[in-house]
């Protein structure tokens, strides 16, 4: 059974940073996507970020430049750590994020090259983090 278990949130100023972390236990399969996505209560899902077991990331225009999403993963892929280092956070980032994960050797198909903006359909899905920033 595949667990995502996200930590790391909590309350920051504007300008400041965080960064989550998200504990992947139970994967079994030779190759992930995985996810950091958020949400503000009463609003859609955002994509953030993604990677590959490869390594390869994808942003999500609104963070590019400022978040980076890396991992680290054991041979077999049983434990992973996904990471989410997230700088000058503003008002606007503040959110429940959310570290998801699918099985596939790229997260291209969750882009959207129009806008700049990730998809959300992730089959594993932990119980989230919450990230608040004041002014």
């Known amino acids: 059974q595949v667990q995502l278990v996200e930590s790391g949130g909590g309350a920051v100023q504007s300008g400041g940073s965080l960064k989550l972390s998200c504990l992947v236990s139970?994967?079994?399969?030779?190759?992930?996507?995985m996810a950091w996505i958020r949400q503000v209560s009463g609003k859609e899902r955002d994509g953030v970020a993604t990677?590959?077991?490869?390594?390869?990331?994808?942003?999500?225009?609104s963070v590019k430049g400022r978040f980076t999403i890396s991992q680290f993963a054991s041979q077999d892929n049983a434990n992973i750590t996904l990471y989410l280092e997230m700088n000058n956070l503003q008002r606007e980032d503040a959110a429940m994020y959310y570290c998801?994960?699918?099985?596939?050797?790229?997260?291209?198909?969750?882009?959207?090259?129009?806008?700049?903006?990730?998809?959300?359909?992730?089959?594993?899905w932990g119980q989230g983090t919450q990230v608040t920033v004041s002014s």
């Open positions: 990677i590959v077991s490869d390594g390869d990331t994808l942003y999500a225009n």
């Open positions: 998801a994960a699918d099985v596939g050797s790229t997260c291209w198909r969750y882009y959207n090259e129009y806008d700049g903006t990730l998809g959300t359909e992730f089959g594993y």
């Open positions: 139970g994967y079994s399969y030779r190759t992930y996507c």
